[in-house]
C-alpha cells in the first residue's frame, strides 16, 4: 500500500491506507477541496493547508501515527518545483513557467517504462507531484536523484523526508494527469517492507523474521485484501455506512458506550445487502472507537439470528438518500460544492461578474440573465427540435439569509438602467392620462397606445398586469420585467396573491403562452397577448422549498434558472466587499445592451444548436450512470435554458461564438440542475417513484396491494377510508399475519409483506 490520507488524532498526524481508485478520488473531490483549490489558485495561498494531504512513501507506526515513521513503502514521491532564472521580465518569466510546466506530462509518460510511474498531479501553486516505483537497490534520496536525472528536472531538495506530506489538489483530469491502481496494491509493500522494516518483536521478547513481519502487514485488515464486493449496486459500503449514520446517528459514529448497540442495529440492517454473510459484515463494517475485533464479529453473529422479512426501512431511506446525491453528483460536483465556473468567462460575464467576490460569481452569472433578456424583442431563436423560443428567464436565487444574495442587484440595476430611462415619460404620461379620465367615469381620451412600461413593481392588480403585458405584445413584442427580494412578494403580482397562479404564470411565461384577461364593462382591461415575463427572486431554502412545494412535480421548478451561494466554513463571515460600479462599468456594459436591443426576428447559431444536442445526449447517458429519474426530467428544460444563455451571449458578443461561451453554455447547465438536485431532488425523485408505483396498480385489488411493501397502521387506516371501508381494520391485520402475508417490525414500528407474499403476488400478476 502506497497512497496514505493524513488526518488529526488528538493534535497529532495520523495516517491510513486509501484502499481503491473510488475511495482516492473521493477524498480529492470531497468537500471543500474544489472551492479551496480554487481559492488558492486565485492568489489566497493560505488555504494550502486546508487541502487534503497525501504520503506515498512510508508505511504508518502500528498505532497509525506518522511522526517518527521509518518505514518505506513501496513507492517514492517527488516534489518537482520550478525557479525562473533571474532578470526575467514578468512577461518573460511567466512564458518560461508555463513552457517548462508543458513539458512535465509528456516527458514522464516518455519514460514510463524506465520509470514506472504511479501517480502525476499538478501541485496547488506551482509544479507537479510525481510518485514513482520505488527501486530497491536504493534509499529514499538515492530514488529521488535517480528519478530526476532521468527526466532531466530538479526535485525539490527539502522533500527528501519518506514522512513528507503532499498538499492534493482534485481529481479533475486537468488536475490528476496520471494514475495507476498499482498504487493501491498491498503485494508491492510487502517486498518495501521486507528490506526497509527494523526486525520486531512478539510478546515474548522473541525476535520475528522480516518475512513474518511482511505476512502481517499481508493479513492486516488496513491493507484490504477483500474477499467480497466493497460496493452495492455501485454505491461503496463506506458510502452506505456514513449515510445511514448521518440519517440515524446525528452524523455520529459509534464510541464507547453504545458501539455495541449501534454495531448491532448496522449489521442488521446491511445483512440485507450483504449476503447475509458474517465474513461480509465483517469486512465493510468497521471497528468503532477501538471495538474489539472479536465482540464486533459476535455483534455481528447476535444479528444474524434475527427474523425479519424485508428490506429494512432504515436502510431504504439511506439507499434512497444516496440516490438523490448521486443525481447531485451528476451534474459535475460534489455534495458541499457545485460545478466549478470555467476559468475562461465570456467577456460580458467576465464584466458583470468582476465586481463581487470569487464566491458570488455563479450566482450573478446566472441572476444576470433575466434583466439582459428582457432587452431582446422580436427576437426568436430556433432549438433543435425546431420550437421557437424566446429570451425567457426567471431565475431564484436560494440561500441562507445574511448571505449575500444582494450582490445580484447592482449588476442587475446597470443592465436595465435605459429600460427604467424608457419607463419613466411612460409612466408620467400614464399618471396624466388617469388623472384627466378618473375611475368610475366612463373615459374621455383612450389610453395612449404606444404607452409602454416594462419593469413592474412587486404590488400590482390582475388588471394593470395584464394591461402591462398587452403593451410589451403591442410595442415591439417586448419583455416585462420583476425583481423582488423574497419570492413569495411574486405572489402580489396579481390580484388573486396565490402560490398557484404564480405557478401558472410561471409556465405560461416559459412558453410565452397567452395571458390576459376577457372583461364585459368598457372601461375594463380586456385582451390576450403572449405572456413576456421575466423575473429575479430570492429565498432562503426552507421558504423555497414551502414556496415551490406543489409545484416541483407540475413543470414549473424546472423552467425555472436556480441558483444558490455557499460559502466554505472560514467564509461565514466574510462581508462581501463589492468593486465600484460606476461611469466607467456603464460604458463598458453598452455595447452589449445595444446589439441586444437592436437584435430582431429570426436568429440561429448552428454551434449552439450542436452543443445542445451533445448535452442532451449527456444528460440522458448521466441519467441511466446515476440512475437518477429526477435529474433525467429536470435536465430537458435546463438543457433549453442554457442554450437560451447561449444565444443571448451570442447575441451580445455581435453574432459570434466562442469557446469560451460554449464552456459557460454547459457549466450553466450542470449548476442549474445541481442547484435543482440540491433543493428538490429528493422531493421530486420520491413524487416520480410514487407515479410508477400508481401506474403498476390497475384493475380491482386487495388493500394489502395496495399497500407499499412497507406501511405503517395510519397508512393503513387512510388506506382503508379512500376505499369507502368503515370497519377499524384491526381482524383484517391479525388475518395478513396469521396467513403469514406481513410481519410486524417492532424496531421500526411498520408492518412488511413477507417475501412469501411477494413472490406469490408477483407469479399471479405474470
Not at 452569472?365 to 424583442?377: D, K, N, R, T, Y
Not at 368610475?440 to 395584464?466: E, G, H, S, W, Y
Not at 381494520?729 to 412469501?756: N, P
Request: hydrophobic share 35%; glycine share 6%.
Amino acid at each position: 500500500m502506497s497512497v496514505h490520507v493524513i488526518y488529526l488524532k488528538d493534535g497529532a498526524k495520523m495516517m491510513r491506507p486509501v484502499l481503491n481508485r473510488e475511495e482516492y478520488l473521493r477524498l480529492r473531490d470531497g468537500g471543500q477541496q474544489k472551492t479551496n483549490l480554487s481559492r488558492i489558485r486565485q492568489g489566497e495561498v493560505k488555504l494550502k493547508g486546508d487541502l487534503v494531504q497525501m504520503n506515498y512513501s512510508c508505511l504508518p507506526n502500528e498505532d497509525g501515527s506518522l511522526k517518527g515513521s521509518k518505514t518505506a513503502s513501496m513507492s517514492v514521491c517527488m516534489d518537482i518545483d520550478f525557479k525562473p532564472p533571474e532578470g526575467l521580465s514578468e512577461d518573460k518569466r511567466k512564458a518560461w513557467l508555463s513552457e517548462q510546466m508543458a513539458r512535465v506530462p509528456e516527458l514522464v509518460l516518455s519514460k514510463k517504462d524506465e520509470l514506472v510511474p504511479l501517480m502525476l498531479e499538478r501541485s496547488a501553486t506551482k509544479g507537479y507531484h510525481l510518485a514513482f516505483r520505488r527501486r530497491q537497490d536504493l534509499d529514499q534520496e538515492g530514488n529521488l536523484k535517480w528519478a530526476s536525472d532521468l527526466l532531466g528536472i530538479k526535485y525539490d531538495a527539502q522533500a527528501k523526508d519518506i514522512t513528507r506530506v503532499y498538499f492534493t489538489t482534485t481529481g479533475d483530469p486537468e488536475e490528476l494527469l496520471y494514475l495507476d491502481d498499482e498504487i493501491f496494491s498491498s503485494s508491492p509493500a510487502v517486498t518495501a517492507l521486507q528490506r526497509y522494516s527494523s526486525k520486531a518483536t512478539d510478546n515474548h521478547g522473541q525476535t520475528r523474521t522480516e518475512q513474518s513481519a511482511a505476512e502481517e502487514v499481508r493479513e492486516s485488515p488496513s491493507q484490504s485484501d477483500a474477499k467480497y464486493p466493497d460496493a452495492y449496486k455501485g454505491i461503496p459500503y463506506a458510502e452506505i455506512i456514513a449515510k445511514y449514520w448521518e440519517l440515524h446517528n446525528e452524523g455520529k459514529e459509534p464510541v464507547e458506550g453504545d458501539r455495541d448497540t449501534l454495531t448491532f442495529q448496522l449489521a442488521s440492517d446491511l445483512r440485507h445487502i450483504c449476503g447475509r454473510n458474517a465474513d461480509w459484515l465483517d469486512q465493510v463494517i468497521p471497528c468503532y472507537d477501538n471495538f474489539p475485533q472479536e465482540e464486533k464479529r459476535k455483534k455481528i453473529e447476535s444479528a444474524l439470528t434475527l427474523k425479519m422479512e424485508g428490506m429494512p426501512y432504515r436502510l431504504k431511506q439511506v439507499l434512497q438518500a444516496l440516490k438523490t446525491q448521486s443525481g447531485v453528483k451528476a451534474c459535475g460536483g460534489t455534495l458541499t460544492t457545485p460545478p466549478p465556473m470555467p476559468k475562461r468567462l465570456p467577456p460580458l460575464i467576465k464584466l458583470l461578474t468582476k465586481n463581487v467576490p470569487w464566491f458570488y460569481k455563479p450566482a450573478v452569472a446566472s441572476a444576470v440573465f433575466p434583466a439582459l433578456g428582457a432587452h431582446l424583442h422580436g427576437a426568436k431563436f430556433r432549438y433543435w427540435d425546431n420550437v421557437e423560443h424566446e429570451a425567457t428567464f426567471m431565475n431564484v436565487l436560494i440561500g441562507r439569509q445574511s448571505i449575500g444574495k444582494g450582490t445580484i442587484k447592482k449588476p442587475i440595476e446597470y443592465i436595465m438602467e435605459d429600460i427604467r430611462l424608457r419607463d419613466l415619460p411612460n409612466r408620467e404620461r400614464e399618471a396624466e392620462w388617469k388623472q384627466k379620465n378618473p375611475g368610475a367615469k366612463q373615459k374621455k381620451d383612450p389610453r395612449p397606445k404606444d404607452i409602454c412600461i416594462q419593469m413592474l413593481i412587486d404590488n400590482m392588480t390582475d388588471a394593470v398586469f395584464n394591461q402591462r403585458v398587452i403593451d410589451a405584445h403591442n410595442n415591439g413584442q417586448r419583455f416585462i420585467y420583476t425583481i423582488v427580494d423574497e419570492i413569495e412578494a411574486l405572489k402580489k403580482v396579481t390580484s388573486r396573491g396565490t402560490k398557484d397562479e404564480v405557478g401558472l404564470l410561471i409556465r405560461k411565461a416559459f412558453d410565452n403562452a397567452l395571458a390576459g384577461q376577457d372583461r364585459y364593462g368598457a372601461d375594463s382591461v380586456s385582451g390576450l397577448a403572449p405572456l413576456r415575463w421575466n423575473f429575479n427572486a430570492s429565498s432562503t431554502p426552507p421558504n423555497a422549498r414551502k414556496f415551490l412545494w406543489k409545484m416541483v412535480n407540475d413543470g414549473t421548478v424546472s423552467r425555472l434558472d436556480i441558483a444558490t451561494i455557499i460559502l466554505g466554513d472560514d467564509d461565514d463571515d466574510i462581508a462581501p466587499i463589492l468593486g465600484i460600479y460606476d461611469h466607467t462599468f456603464a460604458q463598458e456594459l453598452k455595447p452589449y445592451i445595444d446589439r441586444l436591443d437592436a437584435a430582431n426576428g429570426l436568429i440561429e447559431c448552428p454551434q449552439a444548436k450542436k452543443l445542445a444536442l451533445d448535452m442532451k445526449q449527456e444528460n440522458r447517458d448521466a441519467a441511466k450512470l446515476y440512475e437518477s429519474e429526477a435529474y433525467r426530467v429536470f435536465s430537458y428544460r435546463a438543457n433549453v435554458i442554457a442554450w437560451l444563455k447561449g444565444m443571448v451571449l451570442y447575441v451580445a458578443h455581435g453574432n459570434k461564438w466562442s469557446k469560451e461561451i460554449a464552456d459557460f453554455v454547459r457549466w450553466s447547465e450542470q449548476y442549474n440542475l445541481w442547484c435543482k438536485m440540491l433543493y428538490f431532488g429528493q422531493q421530486l425523485e420520491k413524487e416520480l417513484r410514487e407515479e410508477v408505483e400508481i401506474q403498476r396498480q390497475s384493475g380491482p385489488q386487495n388493500l394489502l396491494e395496495l399497500l407499499p411493501d412497507e406501511f405503517t397502521r395510519d397508512q393503513y387506516f387512510q388506506m382503508r377510508q379512500s376505499q369507502g371501508r368503515t370497519a377499524d381494520g384491526d381482524s383484517t391485520l391479525r388475518v395478513w399475519t396469521k396467513r403469514g402475508h406481513i410481519v410486524y417490525d417492532v424496531t421500526t414500528g411498520r408492518y412488511c409483506k413477507t417475501e412469501a407474499y411477494k413472490q406469490k403476488y408477483s407469479k399471479a400478476i405474470i
